[in-house]
């Protein structure tokens, strides 16, 4: 890589905190765009491209197939990479001034209906061992905080106030927010936490969660837990921690929750992130309204 590539990445990792697989994200982006300034136009670093060669990449994109989401999100490294040197003064002015993402296809979030989430949790038959409780702290957790599948994994038992029913919960960019815990699930944790300490040894205690043989949990583990436990509810081909996530957002938004508190709940840096939400809750009006006005 070029040496700005370098100090840019290095800025957004220990300068900005950004999480270990997005600076791995954007690495790969630059990577890939300075290769094909070195093939195309035999330059060795990405700080001296103008708008037309870096045109040239994204069409080169677009002529693969990639999807829009893969296209935005790599102009969206080029655009922070720039507007870094732009700050460092390094170029005059970013070459990306002019250049635009592509419109997103707008998808509706996937979610779980609620009486089927009732189901999960009323008919399941979770036990008091290690395994079950924290497999139900771990449904628990998602559908009633929205946390994101990384926020659980790097929780910590100081993290968890039982006696103040609130969370201190670690988002992206580090960033940490505080949320409440309903008292029932706090009831789980204390439970699950006694099994946990007669299983394992103190080596287990940094992290609330943890494996079948103590050890932190990682993204696979949780993904195939939630997989088989909303298959027992749902036929969705989508069944993962943020599918839950989205049913949190979408139950609290049909019980008449402010769309800016389940934005601060959920963790977005903006409104427009939550929003997406609002387009569910009007799917389900439109269905009522066709279903139940004698016209329709």
């Not at 655009?79 to 250049?99: H, N, T």
């Not at 944790?189 to 969660?209: I, N, P, R, T």
């Amino acid at each position: 890589m070029g040496q700005y590539s370098e100090k840019f990445l290095e800025h957004i990792s220990q300068v900005r905190r950004y999480a270990s697989h997005t600076v791995l994200s954007y690495k790969n982006d630059l990577n890939q765009f300075e290769l094909f300034l070195k093939v195309h136009f035999g330059m060795q670093d990405g700080h001296q491209a103008g708008p037309a060669m870096i045109r040239s990449w994204l069409a080169e994109l677009s002529r693969r197939g990639v999807a829009r989401s893969t296209f935005n999100r790599k102009a969206s490294t080029l655009r922070s990479y720039y507007k870094y040197l732009e700050k460092s003064g390094v170029i005059e002015a970013s070459p990306m001034l002019k250049i635009n993402s592509l419109k997103k296809d707008r998808r509706l979030p996937v979610f779980v209906e609620e009486d089927k989430i009732s189901a999960l949790f009323e008919q399941t038959a979770f036990g008091q061992d290690f395994k079950d409780l924290r497999d139900l702290l771990m449904l628990e957790m998602f559908y009633t905080t929205g946390m994101r599948l990384s926020e659980l994994i790097n929780m910590k038992h100081g993290d968890v106030d039982t006696q103040g029913l609130q969370l201190k919960i670690t988002g992206k960019g580090n960033k940490e927010r505080i949320i409440p815990m309903l008292g029932r699930v706090a009831g789980i944790f204390q439970a699950y936490c006694l099994e946990k300490a007669k299983k394992f040894d103190k080596d287990a205690a940094q992290w609330v969660f943890v494996t079948d043989k103590g050890e932190k949990l990682y993204p696979v583990f949780v993904q195939r837990r939630v997989n088989h436990y909303l298959g027992k509810v749902t036929t969705r081909s989508k069944k993962s921690p943020h599918v839950i996530r989205h049913s949190f957002a979408t139950h609290m938004l049909n019980h008449g929750a402010d769309l800016n508190a389940i934005k601060e709940l959920l963790g977005h840096s903006n409104l427009s992130a939550t929003q997406v939400y609002t387009h569910n809750t009007i799917e389900k009006i439109k269905q009522v309204y066709k279903q139940a006005h004698p016209k329709a």
